[in-house]
């Protein structure tokens, strides 16, 4: 007992186990251990782990991975079966009247748009003297084209739109495409296209779209 422990009152233990013979325990712990051999030629590395039978598949990381796919009714795509109507390829492939109507409308206006391009840019080239100087005579051809070019490309563009709509819809109660539903919905676009000049517009102008729109229908039977 220390003097502090007299002055607290605090006791001390009296009993202490002895310490243990960590000598003894540490060398038969030595003794005990054996180390094996170490062998090269056995040891794994990357290519045997990327090769081996159980190696990943990405494939399995899609969310459909492991699913029965012939039983899922959902991944059956009805809007990928192109049109059975008789007479109705084209082209293009086409899987209804909303196809006939992308491409047709998209096709006509771009060809028109080029079309009035080109005359516009003949046009400007034409209206200035070869003598003028370089920057008038290309004012004068980008003035044409922008008047040309958007002109003949909008008519154009909605001729076609309405064309492709009467045309599926036709072909849709008539149940096949023939060049009478293309030369009727030429004729009926035209006219409709100018429907606010006159009768002998309308005439006019439904006459020359029902014979482009004939001559279409003969050259995709010739050719397609």
């Given amino acids: 007992m220390t003097i502090w422990d007299s002055l607290t009152g605090r006791k001390s233990n009296q009993t202490s186990s002895p310490p243990p013979s960590s000598g003894v325990t540490l060398q038969d712990s030595a003794n005990a251990f054996q180390p094996q051999s170490f062998d090269p030629t056995t040891a794994q590395d990357v290519s045997s782990f990327l090769s081996g039978p159980n190696t990943f598949d990405a494939s399995q990381l899609h ?20 049109s059975d109507l008789p007479g ?38 034409n209206k200035t003297p070869a003598s003028a100087a370089p920057r008038l005579r290309l004012n004068s051809a980008l003035n044409a084209i922008t008047r040309r070019g958007p002109f003949l490309g909008n008519s154009a563009g909605v001729i076609a739109l309405v064309y492709n709509g ?30 606010t000049r006159g009768l002998r517009p309308m005439v006019i102008s439904g006459g020359l779209v029902a014979t482009l729109a004939g001559a279409w229908a003969v050259t995709r039977k010739v050719l397609f």
């Fill in 88 to 125: 109705s390829r084209s082209a293009l492939p086409s899987r209804g009247w909303s196809d006939d109507l992308c491409y047709g409308t998209g096709v006509t206006y771009l060809s028109a748009l080029t079309i009035g391009g080109t005359w516009g840019l003949v046009e400007g080239l």
């Fill in 63 to 82: 969310p459909l991975a492991g699913l029965n796919q012939d039983t899922l009714d959902y991944l059956s795509l009805e809007e990928s079966a192109l």
């Fill in 166 to 195: 009467i045309n599926s819809t036709i072909g849709y109660y008539r149940g096949k495409h023939d060049a009478a539903n293309s030369i009727v919905a030429g004729g009926l676009s035209g006219m409709l296209f100018k429907s």
